[in-house]
């Protein structure tokens, strides 16, 4: 073993000497090996080294093996430890003995070797989506989880989804906290809001779909109604139901924790200010009145093609009340417009009328197309449109220069702004942090972006099945039929308008789209 | 002709018969004739007066009357006999007349006109005689010993026909065949010489004397001669399919059609016959093409000097049989095509192609998926030593921010990612191994196993002097790691296929009978073994096979894994037919889970390719069973049904309907195997039927089925580009977006089937779909096997099991070289092959052709024929690799 060890260490020498002779040219060192020793037996062999022939390099076969790939390392930069040989069967070993090898002269070896570098792992090792945790395997997916069926529990599903589609609502559940009940807020609706917050976060987290359990017994608690059974089983219940006592609830809960600035978060994220004008046709008498709705309407008569003429009809309403001058019950004319927009416009199809010969709620399955965008300019009051102009100027402006056109002749006093505010379409998404509009998020310009659609298909109330459309912030929608989230191309939701037999939109949710003034 | 039926001879009693017909001239027709004459025109009329006084006039007493009236009789009997539509007009008035005639003759002194008579009466027994009789060859045995041929094709041929009747009946008798051998002698020679080659060896064939036929064949006929023998030999049961295909060979020698022969040899695995082609001929440059053959079959084969005299020549050769420059030609057919352009997995996914349905775009690398990649990046990218994941510079490694792709794969993923390496680099050695090398040094025990599997993949089917691969290989063979020892195993299998390498064997067998070793270090190394022994029949391998199967505890003989040892057993008789008996006969002590598992695999094996149609029935009939217990010997019986059919067209369509059968009726562990079995029956041969079961499959409500069911489109479209299942995989891939493993091998599919960007093929089947490439086979089959269980072997850590495909991939190309063999561009037409067996004169080969400049491509079915007359091929079959010579007589028309 000593003996061996000192012999490479020399060698290791010898080698080292090579290397400062390195610039020579191959021969001269070969010559040099030779000199060194005294009794020489020599071959030529020509070595296959990748895509070259080493032609006639020499090997000392008094020499271990070490000293060739000395003279082999010279020739091709290889370092001795990284050179695999090729002889007959094997490698050739640094300490092996040339005559056991059986190398003949002129044969040819085959070389192995690199002066590559050695390839390392990377520092910072790499996650892969396998090894993360579920909730951010959720987060990989892009959108949350689908809820399962409990029985007949489809309408309560796809209302939790589309509301779970909305980040303002999320935040303010978040905000929400056990003790932050006040005393005007009854046991049941905290109950409620407190299970909707723990069922939204869930379907965050959760990549398999989740069972709503405990939301549904308080909803069935705080809302008798949905509890209503035939044959000992649930029945089905109308999702537009839910929906609006789902938004009442949280409405009164949510108003009534201190920690929102604003005393009414639900209000200002679905609220819709009316302003109507009643009018007697008969004494010619007027009236105004305003209130606060949570959806519009769409009425849906022979006239109605398109959503717009339904909201039109749903703005419209006679109603009979007593008139005091005529001292008797007159028709008076209640014909609404839009003072404060929200910035979730909820609109529900009113596609369900009692029949009463049937004694249930029949569908109209009539076609009523509605928009990816919609703009309700309109349908709001002389106020509002006024206050709406300017940005929708600027709205037009901005969408001008993203398609190359110059901003028109009539908006060039407000070329200065444009270049102060370049980036305001920026601040459109992400915008989930704070609860409720604030100036410094935009301005309203009347102008809807269609993000859920709440689908019905079949042919009564009671019945069918109710299947939430939900985009998601990456722009891509999500249908939610129950706990299977299946991806859907844009084209394909607005042809959920009706007319027949397929799944058609009952309510549509739209966002408002802003602009920084 | 109904009318005089009732009066016809009739095969009953023959005393009888003979008083019937006395009078039947006498009366009976005289009656109808009248009633017939009507229809009968003037002509036949005269004829048939004229042939009812011969016949007559041969019942004279005067000697020279009859001779003169059976003169006259044959001449109107030869005349006439030309058409074979119809029964000739002479037979046709002389069938009443012909009990008459036999009863006379039997009261015929033996004499001259007696023996004229006879041979009339065989004649005419040719309509007359009932069915079984065979009166037609017993009056010509007893006639003269003229021409046979002068009285026509028809007469010849059913001469022919009863012949082989007699000949069986004779044989049971164990009675005298000489006379009938004399006569076959005569009919033989007459079909030889009237392009009715078939006809010829159908007769030699049922009298078992093909030896015969080659005193007949000459330069006109061989070719059409020898084509029915090989293509009659899949449909004969064994011995007599290896005697006719040795008559074959032995025509093909006589007539000097030695790449003919050597095909025929190649077929029969037979070395000697190999080795006579080669000391037979004497050019160099036809040499240089055998050669190419064996290269292309893949069998090791060592040149002797006595096979080659010159040491330069032979070296040449040897070069050429070591695939050395397979590289090189695949390269040039690339750079011809215009494809060398590397693809990534994301150009072969095509995921904007696709509507929304995709996945959003995932910000986190998923490890099924990028080893998917991996994967799809290795076999999109085969062999050209490029692509845009492994072999980026090095720079881009250190300081890019996508980093090494390598890394991109967790734990034994980063085995498969860096013997991807091997598989871009394949068949180039020299610089395969350089850019292999570094991973050598790497201090993760999954790179080096994944080096060590690369180096074996990129030394498939290429052989070396210097033995790198072996070299390398054996270094890592016993070390502690059980990655790196099945790398190293697994490596020299692929690099040794076939080689029956004595080291290998010598350094393999210690680790089967170690019982500390892993049970899966154990099954690769009998896998190895297996492969590196191919169709040997090695009794030492099986021998260590076997203890190594009966050395495993109970429990681990229940592993997925463990499966694949009795396949080892089976390739070691791969094709062998017969010869593993004695092997089945000791499988049968096994431990009993895996006795039956064994069994079937071991048949299916040793009858794959052969067409063998009661081993077919075999193998259906233990389907048939509905399984109570966990068994799993279902599954490697219906990858035998195909194994053994694919042999011919017709056994694979044959094979398609039955397993459409089992689909419907079979247990799921069947279900599971048929799309399996599917893909191995049309591999690389995209036929619509199939890719629509396929398709209907792959939306199966058992996933493991709808998973085969993938797999098996991707083998199916295996390296041909085709756009139909790139469809469907595409819509699988969004279909199945959410279910890894599935998606798993979706990815898997489509990078089959742009294997090579669309120019290998895996079909084990070459030259005109006439030899099976065993090694080819083993690797299809091994892989398979593995597929029967996906979820434990390929969607666990034993996904580098597919590289084992790498052992079918073949170029699907036709290069045509010149003398100096380098590559020359001549234009030739490629055509779906047309089958012109038993055709006469002289048929198109294919049709539906366009012409094309080499190299060019081939498709499933596809065959090229040279369109210019400037050279001449050397081999028959224009596939792969073909020198051409110049044709010496070519005049440059103007």
New interface residues.
């Given amino acids: 073993m000593k003996a061996r060890k000192r012999r490479t260490l020399k060698h290791i020498c010898l080698c080292l000497l090579y290397k400062l002779d390195s610039d020579k040219t191959p021969a001269s060192v070969a010559h040099r090996s030779s000199k060194l020793q005294t009794i020489s037996a020599m071959l030529n062999v020509s070595v ?1 080294w ?2 070259e022939l080493l032609k006639a390099v020499e090997i000392d076969t008094t020499q271990p093996p070490y000293v060739f790939k000395c003279q082999l390392y010279d020739l091709t930069g290889v370092p001795p430890e ?1 050179q ?1 040989i ?6 050739l070993k640094d300490d092996a003995d040339w005559s056991t090898l059986g190398v003949k002269e002129g044969q ?3 070389m ?3 002066a ?4 390392k ?2 520092e910072k090792a ?7 945790p579920e909730e ?1 395997q959720a987060l ?4 949350g989880a689908g809820l399962f069926n409990l029985g007949n529990t489809c309408y309560m599903n796809s209302t939790v989804q589309c509301l779970h589609s909305v980040p303002e609502l999320k935040s303010a559940l978040i905000k929400y906290s056990h003790s932050g009940r006040s005393n005007d807020v009854d046991q049941t609706s905290h109950m409620l809001t407190i299970a909707t917050r723990d069922l939204f976060s869930e379907l965050d987290k959760s990549v398999k779909a989740v069972a709503p359990m405990q939301f549904w017994m308080v909803l069935r608690k705080k809302y008798p109604q949905f509890g209503q059974q035939h044959n000992s089983t649930f029945m089905q219940q109308d999702a537009e139901e839910c929906w609006s006592q789902l938004l009442y609830t949280l409405s009164q809960s949510l108003r009534s924790t201190g920690s929102s600035e604003s005393p009414d978060s639900v209000k200002a994220l679905f609220g819709i200010e009316l302003v109507s004008r009643v009018h007697c046709v008969e004494s010619g008498e007027e009236s105004s009145e305003t209130e606060s709705v949570y959806s519009l309407k769409c009425h849906i008569s022979h006239e109605v093609n398109h959503l717009h003429e339904g909201l039109k009809h749903g703005l419209k309403s006679e109603l009979e009340k007593n008139s005091p001058s005529l001292g008797r019950s007159a028709i008076y004319v209640k014909e609404s417009l839009i003072n404060g927009l929200p910035r979730y416009l909820t609109i529900q199809f009113v596609r369900f009328f009692w029949k009463r010969e049937s004694n249930q709620k029949a569908k109209i399955l009539r076609k009523v197309d509605y928009p990816l965008q919609l703009d309700i300019f309109d349908l709001c009051s002389d106020d509002l449109r006024k206050t709406l102009e300017a940005p929708r100027q600027r709205l037009r402006d901005e969408e001008g220069k993203k398609l190359g056109l110059k901003p028109s002749e009539k908006s060039s006093d407000s070329k200065d702004k444009d270049i102060k505010m370049s980036d305001a379409e920026g601040s459109l998404n992400g915008s989930g942090e704070s609860s409720n509009p604030t100036p410094d998020e935009g301005a309203m310009t009347g102008i809807y972006d269609l993000v859920a659609v709440l689908t019905h298909k079949g042919r009564s109330a009671d019945s069918g099945h109710y299947v939430a459309w939900v985009k ?1 912030e ?1 722009g ?2 999500i249908q939610y039929d129950d706990d299977n989230p299946y ?4 084209e394909d939701i607005t042809k959920l308008s009706g007319g027949g037999d397929w799944h058609m939109a009952y309510i549509c949710m739209y966002k408002a789209r802003t602009i920084r003034m | 002709m109904a009318p005089q039926d009732p009066n016809a001879p009739s095969g009953s009693g023959s005393g009888k018969r003979n008083e019937d017909s006395v009078k039947v001239p006498a009366t009976d027709p005289k009656k109808k004739d009248d009633k017939k004459d009507e229809d009968l025109s003037e002509e036949d009329l005269e004829l048939k007066n004229q042939l009812e006084l011969y016949v007559e006039r041969v019942q004279d007493t005067d000697p020279g009357v009859q001779k003169n009236a059976l003169e006259s009789m044959r001449q109107e009997i030869r005349t006439s006999t030309s058409s074979m539509t119809s029964v000739p007009k002479p037979l046709k008035y002389l069938r009443p007349h012909y009990g008459t005639l036999k009863a006379y003759y039997e009261t015929m002194a033996e004499s001259e006109l007696k023996n004229y008579l006879a041979d009339i009466l065989s004649v005419l027994a040719l309509t007359m005689s009932a069915e079984g009789e065979r009166e037609s060859l017993k009056y010509r045995l007893l006639g003269s010993d003229g021409d046979i041929g002068s009285w026509g094709h028809e007469y010849v041929r059913n001469l022919a026909g009863e012949i082989a009747q007699e000949f069986a009946k004779r044989q049971s008798e164990e009675a005298p065949i000489e006379e009938l051998m004399e006569l076959v002698q005569q009919i033989v020679a007459f079909h030889m010489k009237h392009n009715a080659e078939p006809e010829a060896v159908d007769l030699l064939m049922e009298v078992e004397d093909l030896d015969l036929l080659i005193e007949h064949v000459d330069k006109t006929n061989f070719k059409r001669t020898c084509l029915y023998l090989t293509s009659s030999a899949r449909y004969l049961p064994g011995p007599d399919d290896v005697l006719v295909l040795d008559i074959a060979y032995t025509i093909y020698m006589k007539f000097e059609e030695y790449p003919n022969a050597l095909q025929i040899a190649l077929f029969l695995d037979n070395m000697q016959n190999i080795k006579n082609v080669f000391t037979s001929c004497d050019d160099l440059l036809c040499k240089k093409q055998f050669c190419y053959i064996l290269a292309r079959h893949g069998i090791s084969f060592e040149l002797d000097d006595e096979m080659v005299a010159e040491d330069d020549d032979r070296e040449a050769l040897q070069d050429i049989i070591n695939n050395t420059k397979l590289s090189e030609g695949y390269l040039t057919l690339a750079r011809d095509i215009e494809v060398m352009e590397a693809k990534t997995p994301e150009d072969i996914y095509k995921a904007h192609l696709l509507d929304g349905r995709a996945s959003a775009g995932a910000s986190v690398d998923s490890a099924r998926q990028n080893l998917a990649a991996t994967f799809v990046n290795a076999f999109v990218n085969a062999g050209f030593g490029q692509d845009k994941l492994m072999t980026v510079p090095s720079d881009a490694s250190s300081g890019g921010s996508s980093g090494n792709w390598l890394f991109k794969n967790k734990e034994h993923g980063k085995t498969s990612a860096a013997a991807s390496l091997g598989m871009i680099l394949l068949w180039d050695v020299d610089s395969g191994l350089a850019q292999i090398d570094k991973y050598f040094h790497s201090k993760d025990t999954h790179v080096i196993a994944g080096a060590l599997l690369g180096v074996g993949i990129v030394n498939c089917s290429i052989k070396n002097d210097c033995d790198p691969a072996l070299a390398l290989l054996g270094e890592y063979i016993d070390k502690e790691d059980p990655f790196i020892r099945i790398g190293a195993i697994m490596g020299l299998g692929i690099a040794y296929a076939g080689a029956q390498n004595e080291q290998i064997r010598s350094k393999l067998t210690p680790i089967l009978n170690d019982a500390k070793a892993p049970l899966d270090v154990v099954t690769f190394t009998a896998i190895s073994l297996g492969l590196v022994y191919v169709g040997s029949c090695n009794e030492e391998v099986a021998q260590a096979i076997i203890f190594a199967l009966m050395d495993r505890s109970d429990s681990e003989l229940g592993e997925p894994l463990a499966r694949l040892i009795p396949l080892s057993l089976g390739l070691l008789y791969l094709g062998k037919q017969e010869s593993v008996e004695a092997t089945a006969e000791v499988s049968k002590t096994f431990n009993e889970k895996i006795r039956k598992h064994c069994d079937m695999t071991l048949l299916s094996c040793a009858y794959a390719g052969t067409g063998n149609v009661l081993k077919v029935q075999n193998l259906l009939g233990h389907c048939s069973h509905h399984l109570e217990k966990n068994e799993t010997h279902q599954g490697p019986a219906v990858l035998g049904i195909a194994m053994i059919s694919m042999a011919e067209e017709l056994g694979v369509e044959m094979a398609i309907r039955s397993l459409e059968h089992l689909l419907q009726y079979g247990e799921q562990n069947i279900r599971r195997a048929v799309p399996l079995a599917l893909g191995l029956l049309c591999i690389s041969n995209p036929k619509v039927n199939v890719m629509d079961t396929l398709s209907r499959l792959s939306h199966d409500t058992d996933s493991e089925v709808a998973m085969a069911a993938v797999i098996s489109l991707g083998l199916l479209g295996a390296g041909t580009n085709n756009a139909r299942i790139a469809g469907m995989l595409r819509n699988l891939s969004s279909y199945y977006y959410k279910d890894a493993s599935l998606l798993f091998c979706v990815r898997i599919a489509q990078g089959l089937v742009h294997l090579g960007k669309g120019l290998l093929t895996l079909n084990p089947y070459h030259s005109d779909r006439f030899l099976l490439s065993p090694t080819a086979l083993a690797g299809i089959i091994t892989l398979l096997h593995a597929c029967l269980d996906m979820k434990a072997i390929i969607l666990g850590k034993y996904h580098y099991i597919l590289y084992f495909i790498v052992l079918a991939m073949q170029p699907r190309m036709l290069l045509t070289v010149d003398e100096n063999l380098k590559p020359l561009s001549v234009p030739v037409r490629v055509g779906q092959a047309v089958d012109v067996v038993g055709q006469a004169g002289r048929p198109k080969t294919i049709t539906g052709f366009q012409t094309h400049s080499t190299p060019v491509l081939l498709a499933a079915g596809d065959r090229a024929e040279l369109a210019t007359e400037k050279y001449i091929p050397l081999s028959p079959i224009l596939e792969g690799f073909v020198i051409l010579k110049e044709n010496p007589d070519y005049r440059e028309d103007n």
């Fill in positions: 296959k990748q895509k990284r695999k090729m002889v007959k069967g094997g490698l040819k070896l085959m192995m070797g690199t590559d570098e050695v390839v792992a990377p790499i996650v892969f989506a396998e090894d993360l951010e990989n997916l892009g959108y998601q990456s891509k929608w991806p859907q191309v844009e």
